[in-house]
């Protein structure tokens, strides 16, 4: 059975930082594409990051790019989200996912789903 655990989530100010974790179990995750969404209350689930296999290429929502780093240890089947200079409007739910296929920028393109962590930023 696929799981893939978020934490680190929290209550934080404008202008702090945070560092997400999505430990993954029953899977080869040396295998899978890894990525990150967030989903804002009243809002669509959007792509924020995702890293290559080997963690060799990584892509980034615009939104977040130049603030956010997604890095994953292969070893410790993790993959992070390091979040830094939040903004009011980083609230939400991250979410990570995983998928064999490679990275793709839609939900729709991963199979598996943690069940999220909530980032608060206070302004």
């Known amino acids: 059975q696929v799981q893939l655990v978020e934490s680190g989530g929290g209550l934080v100010q404008a202008g702090d930082s945070l560092r997400l974790s999505c430990a993954a179990s029953?899977?080869?995750?040396?295998?899978?594409?890894m990525a990150w969404f967030r989903q804002a209350p009243g809002k669509e689930r959007e792509f924020v990051a995702a890293i290559t296999v080997s963690g060799s290429s990584t892509l980034y929502a615009d939104s977040v790019k130049g603030r956010f780093t997604i890095s994953r240890d292969n070893a410790k089947n993790t993959v992070y989200l390091q979040m830094n200079s939040l903004k009011f409007e980083d609230t939400a739910v991250y979410y990570c996912?995983?998928?064999?296929?490679?990275?793709?920028?839609?939900?729709?393109?991963?199979?598996?789903w943690g069940q999220g962590t909530q980032v608060t930023v206070s302004s």
């Open positions: 029953g899977l080869t995750f040396s295998d899978y594409a």
């Open positions: 996912a995983a998928d064999l296929l490679g990275v793709d920028l839609t939900p729709e393109g991963y199979t598996y």
